[in-house]
């Protein structure tokens, strides 16, 4: 395939920024979309996998990983949309903005510390805790719920295997874990998610969210956070075909868990925040502020949700 070179100039707070987007032979704009290999993610991005509506003017060019890579390679500008952590948006909100729509948010549940039984969470305290990445959410809430703690990195598919092998004696498990460790007869510490419930408004706990580069100025940001939003609307519309689809990501659960954990974190709130869960996100990192795990000059009012009423 050719390409032809397209240049956008646009306001990047205050200085003139120059994005180059590649163009192929039909002179769509190659949009570049990180996110993670888990079943939500695949159930909300298959109607533009999959070309199931037209996306006039632009080709959708998916990069899966884990979040904690999407994470760092949004610190470096890398993608021009990317599934990341709430945690870690501070961090580049200078280079991105949030889209209103592609949430994950806990409403009661979330990520668990789970450990082998007869652990106390006195014994978790003590030791180290594998945990998915220092940047993600899960690891925020980890810290606000529990402060200090010694803690390891291990990929997130990882961390229940190496509890198993005792390796670590406890881990904070996201994704499909927070069904399949009942499978492994392991026990919970902590569910963030109610815990963060619990000491707010009944608000969802925030864990991921979508962004758009904000250098490829607002009409293109607009339009593909359109595009991200109809096709999170046509899974919902269409659940089966892309459960299906979904499936292929799930790490072997089976349909009943597929559906569950896709219900999960693929719903009205994935739609559009709304109010309280824009609140709870910007409760959630004011809180990170305190402690000091997000930077003190992050302005949480100021944030814009593009496509947000």
Known sequence: MTFKRMVIEGPNLGSVMETVLDQDENGDYLVRIGHSPDPDDAFMFHAMTNGKF??????????????????????????????????????????????????????????????????SEEDARRNVIAVPGLKTSAYLGLRLA?????????????IIPRILDGTYISGLIIHEGQLTYVDHDLDVLIDLGKWWNARTPNWPMPLG?????????????EDITK?????????????????????????????????????????????????????SIRRFIKEGQDIGLIREDFDTSSMRFIGAP
């Not at 969210?209 to 940001?221: K, P, T």
């Not at 096709?231 to 519309?237: K, M, R, W």
């Open 54 to 119: 037209e996306t006039p003017g632009y080709k959708f060019v998916h990069e899966l990983q884990d979040i904690e890579t999407l994470n760092h390679r949004a610190m470096k500008q890398e993608l021009e949309v990317s599934a990341v952590s709430i945690h870690a948006f501070p961090e580049i909100s200078k280079h991105y903005t949030l889209m209103n729509c592609g949430a994950s948010m806990g409403e009661g549940y979330g990520p668990m510390i789970v450990c082998r039984q007869g652990v």
């Open 146 to 158: 529990w402060g200090d703690c010694e803690v390891a990195v291990v990929p997130f598919d990882e």
């Open 209 to 221: 969210g979508n962004v758009v580069r904000r250098d490829l100025g607002d009409e293109v940001m």
């Open 227 to 279: 595009y991200t939003k109809m096709s999170i609307e046509y899974a919902l519309q269409s659940p089966d075909e892309a459960l299906e689809f979904a499936k292929a990501w799930g790490r072997g659960i089976d349909d009943d868990t597929n559906k569950e954990f896709v219900s999960m974190y693929v719903n009205d709130r994935t739609i559009d925040y709304r109010e309280e869960g824009r609140e």
